[in-house]
DNA sequence: CTGCCATTTTACCGGC
DNA sequence: GCCGGTAAAATGGCAG
């Protein structure tokens, strides 16, 4: 049997607990979207279109990304939001 | 008809930059954490175990701190039902 | 072009429909739990503490089979890491 | 202090068991139906746009029955599938 | 009507 | 490069 209490068991314990810190970071951001979404909806935001609206930017984003090997600047840097 | 240019429509901006802004910020978490599991990989560990391990983690968390805060009276006569 | 009258849209059809049906039935299922939440509320239980009863003796079902289906040497040593 | 294993807690019990019961079945169903969309993804169907599809029959049956109360019979049986 | 919780859907990641 | 399975996001539904 291998000696679980040795130098790997305490690697593998390292980077466990390295993993659990960053999500739990990770968490919190996800807390403060959910956050922020609240807030927009109670000023009359709609929620499941703001998401649509990210998803689309985040689209284009990409596109872009993948067009600028081609093309010179000629997206806008924001689109319009609608 | 609204003025689509207006303070909503900077407001809406304003949501939905930050919510951009912090899921750059997870974004970039979650490479961490991939790389902390290539890493670990290349150090010999199995990837999928540690995942497993650190949901057990997550799940013994949860259960103790639910378990914890409250039904302190109905849990223990009522849990076995065995 | 494919026929898009023939097999294959007769066995996506059939798949369909195979979906449907069942959940047809899981509806109905979800329905009577409906019912045996609002008899109990009527009868003066708190659906809310029903519900928390029941999950957490599902996450408990959930953890003992996680943990007795393997693991078996490395949890102990590892998962008080405290 | 109410009697905690008394008649209020028999009703209770019985009424968690029956959930839970039911609950089972449910989940027997659901898993029944990831099965029949396995065996249709490995047939070679895009499984995403069935439930698209699904998606949009179980709306146009919600329209029809709200509908019917005004219209004739003029809604086919079945949505042509595509 | 609002917030919460369950379910469902989508996306991701590691393995083959 | 696909596939299976697991985690995250999103939608829907229910109770208050």
Not at 32 to 49: L, R
Not at 65 to 74: A, G, V
């Amino acid at each position: 049997m291998v000696e679980t209490g040795g130098i790997a068991a305490d690697a593998l314990r390292s980077f466990i607990e390295r993993v659990e810190r960053l999500e739990e970071e990770k968490k919190a951001l996800a807390d403060d979207i959910k956050d922020i979404y609240a807030e927009s909806k109670s000023v009359g935001f709609d929620v499941k279109i703001m998401r649509q609206i990210i998803r689309l930017r985040k689209m284009n984003e990409a596109d872009r990304q993948e067009q600028e090997s081609f093309l010179p600047i000629l997206t806008p840097t924001l689109m319009p939001l609608a």
